[in-house]
């Protein structure tokens, strides 16, 4: 191929994307740098953290400049190198972007992946990539619960939330887990294994108020959750912080019902962090990157197990980005959401 | 005395507290009962955390049933005992009511003090006492400042806040003081020692927005917070949220801004601790209530040492409750607040 299609960020979203903020323009496939390459991108993560990436605003990541691609987390082979470390053909996981070819130079977060070990090199964007591993690390080296504790998850059906479950349930808490509508919570129950899945929409479809997901919450766990592995914010994380147990720890790794909100839901029960001696970490995976192939070799034994489900929602075509991205703000994404934008070189 | 005047919770404020929420009745003072005693309160510990537990609101504390003495620590004299621990004549320090007289029973926070070690007894409630340990311990202890690194302190005039700023410049910090108008913000910087003072309320007395503070700390904290010892909420911490250091450490110790408000105001940018991997630690000087003898007698070293300086509020008169404890609310309150009741048995 001789045509690059980068699916580029037009100007920033107010609030919920519109297919008028992104523009797909085609451009000559770049050729490698000194000491860099290019990728063939082969398979993206969608993740709700590009939304957040898309403001200008402070965050742990640049914002993504007009007139680029927008980034995304890519498995892909290199197509051309003039790096000593990477070869043509090689397989790699990287930040690089939603176009079919990306420059990578030394340096960043790009690491070579064997695709031998797995049905699909999408895998790598899911179970063993950032979102299961996100799941892993979180729960194992931040939260920690104990067998015995109850963990709460918000965002259940998520890609995150429904590792975080699992693995939950394998490292024997009583889960508990808060997703909008009957299906996915019926999934979070038949899939996944919860012990408790809580709806937070009524039959109606609107989303209850905080005193009354709360008292949902407090009917499912009387003695409070020992840990909450938080991925919604606003008012579902409002809820869970009327239920906290004395002491307990509030994994606080995204709040997606943020993301394409102008003005700022905000939390108002902070107070009880306080007044249970809880502790809130903020949790990005990117901490834990040195250690992906031990968490993705431990994640890769409970699939085998038959003890851990990772779902993929695989979109095709680079074509319809936009609409696969916006499965994760409506609600129709269950799993890991990938975008497959081609097989190989 | 044969009279016990008691401040009694009438029924519960709603936001602002006012005079009709509280009725000062005269009741016969008690008899000790087995096992337990009576003191005589001399000097009564006001503190804006006994807002919060006159509100029928989930906390750390049961809410003071109404009918019931305001709840307070106090510091008094045993004036009657069937406690083969306590004589009358002891000065004990424990959590009894604004009344001239509390029944004391076994257990709870109920310690003798050693008054002929200090100039008042009041220091047990101030320095010495709850005040002051929550600044050392949640210094000390929780946020564990390193040399160098920049601590940020809300309601730094307030009692915990001034020896929280002191006790940052002891342990090499940068300190940096938040408060309400010029007058506090002179003494952060000549009384208590702090680098930079900054003043939430503009010349014309309106608080400031989230945007004017946040630029205000950026300005004196360009690399951001390391530390927050947090005291007020609202506002106040969002303006810091959009200011912490990678790996921040947050103290959640007070959100006085909340206390009064019956709809709360909220914080809106939680994000920041994920995008910082801040830690948020929900503060309660509670359980260091067994190292107070220890964390007592280093303040009292550096008190002696001139190198740490807690000052007093004392107001008179059971009578004057009230006014006495709207002092924290209006702005009028600078160092520890303290309620004289009586100079002894």
Same mark, same amino acid.
């Given at each position: 191929?001789?045509?690059?299609?980068?699916?580029?960020?037009?100007?920033?979203?107010?609030?919920?994307?519109?297919?008028?903020?992104?523009?797909?323009?085609?451009?000559?496939?770049?050729?490698?740098?000194?000491?860099?390459?290019?990728?063939?991108?082969?398979?993206?993560?969608?993740?709700?953290?590009?939304?957040?990436?898309?403001?200008?605003?402070?965050?742990?990541?640049?914002?993504?400049?007009?007139?680029?691609?927008?980034?995304?987390?890519?498995?892909?082979?290199?197509?051309?190198?003039?790096?000593?470390?990477?070869?043509?053909?090689?397989?790699?996981?990287?930040?690089?972007?939603?176009?079919?070819?990306?420059?990578?130079?030394?340096?960043?977060?790009?690491?070579?992946?064997?695709?031998?070990?797995?049905?699909?090199?999408?895998?790598?964007?899911?179970?063993?990539?950032?979102?299961?591993?996100?799941?892993?690390?979180?729960?194992?080296?931040?939260?920690?619960?104990?067998?015995?504790?109850?963990?709460?998850?918000?965002?259940?059906?998520?890609?995150?939330?429904?590792?975080?479950?699992?693995?939950?349930?394998?490292?024997?808490?009583?889960?508990?887990?808060?997703?909008?509508?009957?299906?996915?919570?019926?999934?979070?129950?038949?899939?996944?294994?919860?012990? =408790?899945?809580?709806?937070?929409?009524?039959?109606?479809?609107?989303?209850?108020? =905080?005193?009354?997901?709360?008292?949902?919450?407090?009917?499912?766990?009387?003695?409070?959750?020992?840990?909450?592995?938080?991925?919604?914010?606003?008012? =579902?994380?409002?809820?869970?912080?009327?239920?906290?147990?004395?002491?307990?720890?509030?994994?606080?790794?995204?709040?997606?019902?943020?993301?394409?909100?102008?003005?700022?839901?905000?939390?108002?029960?902070?107070?009880?962090?306080?007044?249970?001696?809880?502790?809130?970490?903020?949790?990005?995976?990117?901490?834990?990157?040195?250690?992906?192939?031990?968490?993705?070799?431990?994640?890769?034994?409970?699939?085998?197990?038959?003890?851990?489900?990772?779902?993929?929602?695989?979109?095709?075509?680079?074509?319809?980005?936009?609409?696969?991205?916006?499965?994760?703000?409506?609600?129709?994404?269950?799993?890991?959401?990938?975008?497959?934008?081609?097989?190989?070189?």
């Amino acid at each position: 191929m001789t045509v690059n299609r980068r699916f580029l960020l037009a100007r920033r979203p107010h609030g919920t994307p519109v297919p008028q903020d992104f523009s797909l323009v085609e451009q000559p496939v770049p050729e490698a740098p000194e000491g860099g390459f290019v990728v063939r991108n082969c398979y993206a993560s969608l993740d709700p953290a590009q939304r957040g990436w898309m403001d200008d605003a402070p965050s742990y990541m640049p914002p993504i400049p007009l007139g680029d691609p927008v980034r995304a987390t890519t498995v892909g082979v290199v197509a051309a190198s003039k790096s000593p470390d990477f070869a043509v053909g090689d397989w790699v996981l990287g930040m690089n972007g939603l176009e079919d070819y990306s420059v990578n130079v030394a340096g960043g977060f790009t690491m070579k992946v064997d695709v031998s070990q797995v049905d699909s090199p999408s895998r790598f964007l899911s179970a063993m990539g950032a979102v299961g591993l996100t799941a892993y690390f979180g729960l194992t080296e931040v939260a920690r619960p104990k067998a015995g504790e109850t963990l709460l998850v918000s965002g259940a059906a998520g890609a995150v939330g429904s590792a975080v479950g699992q693995i939950g349930k394998i490292m024997g808490c009583r889960v508990i887990g808060i997703a909008g509508g009957p299906a996915k919570c019926r999934r979070l129950i038949e899939d996944y294994g919860f012990d =408790v899945a809580i709806d937070y929409k009524t039959a109606e479809g609107r989303a209850k108020s =905080v005193a009354e997901l709360a008292a949902e919450i407090r009917a499912a766990a009387p003695n409070g959750a020992d840990v909450v592995f938080e991925n919604v914010g606003g008012d =579902v994380m409002d809820a869970e912080l009327l239920n906290l147990a004395k002491y307990a720890r509030i994994v606080l790794c995204g709040m997606i019902s943020e993301y394409n909100s102008p003005e700022k839901i905000g939390v108002r029960n902070l107070w009880q962090v306080l007044a249970q001696q809880a502790t809130l970490y903020g949790y990005l995976v990117m901490d834990y990157v040195p250690r992906f192939a031990e968490g993705g070799a431990v994640m890769a034994g409970w699939m085998a197990e038959g003890r851990l489900r990772i779902d993929e929602d695989v979109q095709e075509g680079l074509e319809n980005a936009y609409d696969a991205f916006m499965r994760l703000f409506t609600g129709a994404n269950t799993g890991k959401l990938v975008l497959k934008i081609a097989d190989g070189l």
